[in-house]
Nanobody
Framework: QVQLVESGGGLVQAGGSLRLSCAAS????????MGWFRQAPGKEREFVAA????????YYADSVKGRFTISRDNVKNTVYLQMNNLKPEDTAVYYC????????????????????WGQGTQVTVSS
């Protein structure tokens, strides 16, 4: 089983930046597709970004494309989400997730396809 722990959330003004980290432990991390999702109060969990285990295939939600960047360091067993030009509508709890049930060649954007989740980190963007 893979354990995931997010960090890096906080309060930032609109236009600012944050970098979220997701530290993984347990089973071989580097072979899994990884994703970031977020959930705002009263809303369903939504896809933010995901990539294959090689990082060669990357997907972004339209709402964050051009502002957010997902990356991974397989030596450090860590996935990152660099968030620039943050907007108030980016306010949510952000979760990282691992898809350990299939080869991580092609990432998925569906939350139900991910079977390992972190506890989440709060990101609040003030206007």
């Amino acid at each position: 089983q893979v354990q995931l722990v997010e960090s890096g959330g906080g309060l930032v003004q609109a236009g600012g930046s944050l970098r979220l980290s997701c530290a993984a432990s347990g089973r071989t991390f580097s072979r899994y597709a990884m994703g970031w999702f977020r959930q705002a109060p009263g809303k369903e969990r939504e896809f933010v970004a995901a990539f294959s285990w090689t990082g060669g295939i990357t997907y972004y939600a339209d709402s964050v494309k051009g502002r957010f960047t997902i990356s991974r360091d397989n030596v450090k067993n860590t996935v990152y989400l660099q968030m620039n030009n943050l907007k108030p509508e980016d306010t949510a709890v952000y979760y990282c997730a691992a898809d350990t049930s299939r080869p991580g060649i092609i990432p998925t954007t569906k939350p139900n396809d991910y079977d390992c989740w972190g506890q989440g980190t709060q990101v609040t963007v003030s206007s």
